[in-house]
């Protein structure tokens, strides 16, 4: 699947201009805690007021959970649910109207502006549902965008990217460009500039949205490959196929979490079954999930 360039992107756009206004690198990129879960949400809360302050949505009323440094976690939930508001605000390109995040024990709300775009190239990396590339890069420069804000030197570039495009099967069309490759080997790319910094959480907003079946298969392998290596990961998807991948599922309803499955010992297929039922009761608006 093709997609075309869209002219104003404005959430990846404000990443990639955020990740640009400072340039702080000695910024302290928060130092974990034993015992510290490695994101910590707490009440929050996020209400949009239009412009004119007319109307007010509230997107999520209050939301609570933690993720251990590990944990390959998915969030459900019914479109307009919140879990793009969630997601951006986790990942500190919008700012909730009350509540705290912690991540590796720093508060992402209060962060001094100076230190944030460090603190989030030291800390999270973005997946999105369409891939974000920009178009007049190669495939190695669009991976080497986060390291080249950051002030690497090239010849350090090019070795942390050799095992990640190795691993993830991307080693041979580093010099493509966006628009030469399918969906799914866009992803892988959009997979390995989220993975160079090395950081300690990646965000995923419906990372297979746009992939085809097969596709969507290879980067759920992926995804539980980089886990199964230490990698946290915290993924957005109303995909079962997607969250029966991983080892925690999360649901949220009416802008709070609802119920939570763990993984355990099950296979996939039970993990799909028991997700499916769950979502079954969240849209008929059932109060008892078993
Ligand atoms: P999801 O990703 O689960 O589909 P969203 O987080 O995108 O849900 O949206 C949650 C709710 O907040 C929806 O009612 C949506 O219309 C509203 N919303 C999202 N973004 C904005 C915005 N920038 N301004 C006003 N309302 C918004
Ligand atoms: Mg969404």
């Known amino acids: 699947m093709e997609c075309k360039p869209k002219l104003w992107q404005p959430i990846p756009f404000f990443y990639i201009l955020s990740l640009v206004i400072t340039n702080n690198e000695k910024a302290d990129a928060g130092v974990m805690e034993e015992n510290m879960s490695l994101l910590e949400v707490k009440n929050l809360k996020k209400i949009y007021t239009t412009r004119l302050g007319s109307n007010q949505v509230q997107a999520l009323s209050n939301v609570n959970f ?12 019914e479109s307009g649910s919140g879990k793009t508001t969630l997601l951006n605000i986790l990942a500190s390109l919008d700012k909730p109207t009350s509540g705290e995040i912690l991540l590796n024990g720093k508060s992402t709300v209060t962060i ?8 989030r190239r030291a800390n999270l990396g973005f997946v999105f549902q369409d891939f974000n590339l920009l178009d007049t890069f190669s495939l190695k420069d669009n991976i080497f965008l986060p390291l080249v804000l950051a002030g690497m030197k090239y010849e350090e570039m090019e070795k942390k990217l050799a095992p990640i495009a190795l691993k993830l099967g991307i080693d ?27 950081p300690k959480l990646i965000l995923a907003d419906e990372p297979t949205g746009a992939l085809d079946s097969k596709s969507t298969e290879q980067l759920l392998e992926l995804f539980t490959k980089i886990n ?28 709070e979490v609802f119920h939570q499955i763990y993984r355990a010992s099950m296979k996939d297929e039970e993990m799909y079954q028991k997700i499916s039922n769950t979502l079954t009761v969240l849209a008929t608006g059932g109060e008892q999930v078993e």
């Open 112 to 119: 001094k502006e100076k230190e944030l775009s460090a603190f």
């Open 228 to 255: 199964n290596e230490g990698q946290t990961i915290l993924m957005v998807t109303h995909s079962v196929k997607a969250a029966s991948s991983a080892k925690r599922v999360l649901f949220i309803k009416d802008g």
């Open 66 to 77: 933690s993720v251990e440094e590990g944990e390959y976690v998915a969030i459900m939930g």
């Open 172 to 198: 041979d069309i580093m010099t493509k460009y966006p628009y030469e490759v399918s969906g799914g080997q866009k992803q892988r790319a959009a997979v390995a500039r989220a993975l160079i910094t090395t």
